[in-house]
């Protein structure tokens, strides 16, 4: 890997120690909800950054989420942990994403209604599978962060912006980041992970999120949806009409079940 990213990816703060402690008891199988619930609750602002995005208008709860313990309750493990790792890259990188056209919140937003989609989806597809896609859908962009970074560092950034607006997909611009900083998205991404020692479950679904075929069989069905959810909501927007459609192909590709899907959408939309 280019020795400029490198330098950038390995300069990235570690993860904090509330974080790797939330990641030892989600790989625990012995561990509780109630291991959790005390480590979480150590850190006051991580607390208030999980129930905030617990709250979030987008999983649709008609009562207030008002303690860790009923949010995990609500969403499981896996789900707090992604809050976790998303509430950690806020407070700790700095996130300047100019050469894509949009702001830390608008990243920050499109990220959480990533994973969010993705919790509605695959609770009723699968849900033990969220145990890896729940982080995943969190944090697949954040190679953007970098890119952006890189971009800025080189005097990219206009000639990035200009092409960008004109792509139309998260495959073309995935080829636009390769051709001007030498990686995509998804391999800065999987990097990232792998300096802040992730499962391999998961470094492996997101580096093949745009490519699953070329995964093996395993890796394939998470790489998958993360492929689907990724062009459903992206910075070109949020479940637009060619978004939705292009999806639906992918989902006919992959063998997925477009009317559960479906459905999900229809959901949001309302």
Not at 13 to 24: A, C, K, S
Not at 68 to 91: C, D, N, P, Q, Y
Not at 208 to 222: C, M, R, V, W
């Amino acid at each position: 890997m280019d020795s400029s990213i490198l330098k950038k990816i390995k300069a990235l703060p570690p993860l904090d120690e509330t974080v790797i402690q939330i990641q030892r008891i989600c790989a625990d199988k012995n561990s509780s909800m109630q291991d959790l619930v005390k480590v979480v609750e150590r850190d006051p602002m991580l607390t208030a950054n999980i129930l905030k995005s617990s709250n979030s208008p987008l999983y649709g709860f008609s009562k207030e989420i008002k303690n860790v313990g009923h949010a995990i309750s609500l969403f499981g493990m896996a789900t707090i942990r992604g809050f976790a790792l998303s509430s950690a890259i806020k407070e700790n990188i700095k996130i300047d994403l100019a050469p894509y056209g949009i702001s830390k919140h608008q990243f920050i937003d499109i990220s959480t209604f990533q994973s969010a989609f993705m919790f509605k989806w695959y609770s009723k597809v699968n849900r033990s599978m969220l145990e890896i896609l729940q982080p995943a859908s969190f944090m697949m962009e954040i190679g953007k962060i970098i890119i952006a970074h890189e971009l800025l560092e080189e005097g990219k950034d206009k000639e990035f912006k200009d092409a960008a607006t004109k792509e139309a997909s998260i495959s073309e611009l995935s080829k636009l980041e390769k051709e001007l900083v030498g990686y995509a998205n998804e391999e800065i991404t999987a990097k990232i992970f792998e300096k802040w020692n992730l499962e391999s479950e998961l470094i492996e679904s997101i580096g093949y999120s745009i490519k699953p075929f070329e995964a093996d069989e395993f890796t394939q069905n998470y790489a998958k949806a993360l492929h689907v959810v990724k062009t459903s909501i992206n910075i070109f927007g949020t479940l637009k009409e060619n978004q939705i459609n292009e999806a639906l192909l992918l989902c006919e590709d992959y063998n997925l079940d477009s009317k559960i899907y479906q459905k999900i959408v229809e959901q949001f939309k309302d």
